[in-house]
């Protein structure tokens, strides 16, 4: 796989590009063939006419298509919304600006379409997906610890490039711009590299910015750290009192280093300061970043999911009640079922000591029993507000408790909120189907229909493993 060197007599090539010849570009190449100029005819077959099918990533407004040339040259496209790039000049000029880097860790941009009002970019295929399939959509293949350490130096590798060449700034640098080539290298897609337009980036002081580079490659590390999918403005409450064994992904399984572990964490908190405190320079923390790497490290292929022993749930599984109404995102139906199974899931999940009957406890057990009868009385804010007051003065919660201010937030259109609840129950829980199936109807209404989906089926697979248990 790679660029493509001979092309139908459609395309122009262009050959002002200019190469960074310090960088060591990636599989090796020497010399990287000249920017091209595609029609967009060309890319509509490439890609069978933009068909749904042909969809790699979609997240948010990002949607990238898979297309093969004729060639057979296996390609990425990015296509823009028509209101984007107006001026046909100023995409040209971005487009070449971008495709001028070439590094190991970051995607070759290999050409354009300028084609009346079509805008679009071309890259090269990457073919084992993207950092978020792997962490957030897991079947398989777990994947281990010093992986995800080289994962994180990758990124920090080519994010400190851009800085060097002159990118500051990355759109929306999240796992789903993280992606894998054919020997399981981490790689940065260079489509978040090309400016937006009108993207008002400006902070207060004293805030955070969800959209600030360093900021945002601190989410990642919350990510590779907790295996969970977390919206940006939301990863300082993630880890915000949690200790490093309550935030640590549990498919991990304690298999990972605990001085490491922590280390990463505390880079990650340093990313994540607010504007008007230091945070590290990508410098920093790739010199912190190398300095964790182990000498043994895993081969780089076993961030590559394995089929093998996998336990699939075939399509004739009869999904449950509580599934077939998150599915249709029907919340008084999904409310009924909780209000019906109450705490029956998770009774034995928490073992009740002494302390339960002091004095302290048993009032904070008041508290969370006023949360669950205006829980049962579909009076929402309420609920909240008595969970709330529940979780904060526990060290260890029901899942359950999560689970209900959850369905609350989702009932007060709240979708952010219900997901992160939905994800700590899931670390509290690891293999709740609850916790999953909450999950899935919060990413519907972020309209993240995609990890919806695949979340629902989890949830699913789930359930159909504890009837066979």
Known sequence: MGCCYSLPSTVDPIQDQTTDASSEPRNGRREDPPLTKFSFYDLKMATRYFSPENIVTEHGSDIVFKGRLQNGSVIAVKRFNSTVWRDPNLFVEEAQRVGSLRHKRIVNLIGYCCDGD??????????NDTLAKRLFQRKHQTMDWPTRLRVAYGVAEALCYCNTAGFASYNNLSAYKVLFDEDGNACL???GLVKKINDDQRTTTGSVNPHNMTYRFGTILVNLIS??????????EMIHRKTLVQLMDPYLKGR?????ATAVLNLAIQCLQHEDQESPNTREIVAELETLLTRAEAPSDEVIETTTQQEEVSSSTRISPLGEACSRMDLASIHKIMVSTAYDDDKDFIELSFEEWIQEVKELQDVRKQGDQAFVEQDFKPAI?????????RSMVYPSVYARRSLCYLFCNEPDKALLDGMTAQSVYPDWPTAFYLQSVALAKLNMNIDSTNTLKEAAILEAKRKHQ
């Open 118 to 127: 079509k805008r679009l970019l071309v890259a090269d295929f990457m073919p």
């Open 189 to 191: 897609s260079c489509f």
């Open 227 to 236: 295996g969970k999918q977390i919206p940006p403005s939301h990863a300082p």
């Open 256 to 260: 990972f280093s605990m001085d490491e």
């Open 385 to 393: 507000d008595c969970y709330s007051q529940f979780i904060e003065a």
